[in-house]
């Protein structure tokens, strides 16, 4: 079984349009995570989050939300698509210890025509 | 912020040890040295960590300078199958400083 999976692995869509990304642990986690990975191959952390803080990181548009239906899932929902936002998308989880390891998802590659 | 300082590239012959060398000398004390290591279009995997000590598992080994200021992953015997960007990373353990904060990384190459 995939510990972090993410769906769809690869997304084309139109500037403008609005899309999600989902992913889900089957882990039991208590925080969740996504990270960006620009044409230079940068991983940048957008969020983490578990049921008692949200962190976003400031250079992040709001155009781009985490949603969250429950502890398991993490989606994130992309306004307006622009260009600039095609990249790959990772999820990722970890145990709320101090030291513990973080899982990743296996990325979702978006592409904004 | 990324903290850390990594060669961008390093070529090891299959068979071989590879080190890899991380700085980190604005670290502190209750900063834990993470490498994790991504390979070509897929997530980040977890590799080893560790806070003073010496730590060995199953995939690598970390040697960490007494002053913690530098760090070295370690792979015994690199397969062609741990050709991959490597990333050494420093966590605090608390709030925004627990996310993993990537950098650059080293791109190794096992060459057969």
């Known amino acids: 079984d995939t510990a972090v999976s993410q769906t769809p692995k690869y997304l084309v869509t139109q500037m403008g349009n609005d899309k999600s990304i989902k992913c889900e642990q089957n882990?039991?986690?208590?925080?969740m995570y996504w990270y960006k990975q620009d044409s230079k191959k940068f991983l940048k952390i957008m969020f983490s989050?578990?049921?008692?803080?949200?962190?976003i990181n400031e250079t992040v548009p709001n155009r781009f939300s985490p949603k969250s239906p429950d502890k398991a899932h993490l989606n994130l929902h992309i306004n307006s698509l622009e260009l600039g936002d095609s990249a790959v998308y990772f999820c990722a989880s970890r145990s709320g210890g101090s030291q513990s390891e973080a899982f990743f998802g296996q990325g979702t590659r978006l592409t904004v025509v | 912020d990324a903290k850390t300082t990594q060669p961008p590239s390093m070529d090891c012959a299959e068979g071989r040890a590879a080190n890899l060398p991380c700085n980190h000398s604005?670290?502190?004390?209750?900063?834990?040295v993470y490498w994790y290591r991504q390979i070509h279009s897929q997530g980040p995997q977890y590799i080893i960590h560790?806070?003073?000590n010496n730590e060995t598992n199953e995939m690598a080994s970390l040697i960490i300078t007494e002053d913690r200021k530098s760090s070295t992953l370690i792979l015994p015997h690199a397969t062609l199958r741990d050709t991959a960007v490597y990333y050494c990373?420093?966590?605090?353990?608390?709030?925004?400083?627990?996310?993993?904060?990537f950098g650059s990384g080293t791109q190794l190459t096992v060459l057969p």
């Open positions: 990373i420093v966590r605090g353990q608390s709030g925004s400083a627990r996310q993993l904060t």
């Open positions: 882990l039991g986690h208590d925080t």
């Open positions: 560790g806070l003073k």
């Open positions: 604005t670290i502190s004390g209750n900063e834990y």
């Open positions: 989050y578990n049921n008692k803080e949200l962190i």
